[in-house]
């Protein structure tokens, strides 16, 4: 049962810290996208790539935010230094492009004291 | 800039009722997509919509597509406890920009 796999599930962590969190995409799937869900916001996208190569991250904090895909089976999200209002579902999510299905993963949740 | 808009954000209804969800979008978008999240979920992707006048229907759920007036609809016919979720459309910008905009979310709360 292919699906894409999150890590970690949950992270607590205190103002100030690095928090990286990390995807592995469906076999085959060529785009990785991810996505914050916040109550207030809802679900926002922050970046995505396309064969590795990152193709928008107008949606991500330039100054404390990062993403990469250092080989086809593994996207990061990485936040340095992270803050309060970074508390939040980051979904991650990938596809081949056919009409464009996307298929999530369950999500990192994170909460920044 | 392409927004998303639903309504209702809010529905309680009772089983065997039919409802429908209304999804507007601001810009020419090529597709339109439903997914569902249960509580503390992942999000399902349920249909996507390709061309106007497109129409899927899987089990009581069928969601068309009408690109003129850039609505779409999610119906519900003789609703079930198990539907309760949260709905969310979602479009694309096109042109081979495929980050998603999503709606805010119908929350659907069925009772028996």
């Known amino acids: 049962d292919a699906r894409v796999t999150q890590t970690p599930r949950h992270k607590v962590t205190e103002m100030g810290q690095e928090v990286t969190m990390r995807c592995q995409p469906i076999?085959?799937?060529?785009?990785v996208f991810w996505y914050r869900q916040t109550m207030m916001q809802g679900l926002e996208l922050l970046a995505y790539?396309?064969?590795?190569?990152?193709?928008?991250d107008s949606g991500m904090p330039k100054d404390r935010f990062s993403a990469e895909m250092p080989d086809a089976t593994l996207a990061t999200l990485k936040i340095q230094p992270s803050e309060p209002r970074d508390s939040a579902v980051y979904f991650c999510?990938?596809?081949?492009?056919?009409?464009?299905?996307?298929?999530f993963g369950a999500g990192t949740r994170l909460s920044v004291l | 800039e392409l927004k998303v808009e639903q309504n209702p954000l809010f529905l309680s209804m009772q089983e065997g009722k039919n409802y429908t969800i209304y999804c507007n979008y601001s810009?020419?978008?090529?597709?339109l997509y439903w997914y569902r999240q249960d509580p503390g979920k992942s999000l399902e992707s349920l249909f996507v919509?390709?061309?106007?006048?497109a129409v899927k229907q899987e089990g009581r759920l069928m969601a068309s597509l009408d690109t003129k007036a850039r609505l779409s609809t999610l119906h519900i016919t003789a609703a079930v406890h198990d539907l309760s979720a949260t709905y969310f459309c979602?479009?694309?910008?096109?042109?081979?920009?495929?980050?998603?905009?999503f709606g805010k979310g119908t929350h659907l709360i069925i009772q028996p």
């Open positions: 999510a990938s596809g081949t492009g056919q009409a464009n299905i996307q298929y």
């Open positions: 076999l085959g799937h060529n785009t």
């Open positions: 790539f396309r064969n590795r190569a990152p193709l928008d």
């Open positions: 810009t020419t978008s090529d597709r």
């Open positions: 919509l390709l061309s106007n006048g």
């Open positions: 979602a479009a694309d910008s096109g042109g081979g920009a495929d980050g998603l905009t």
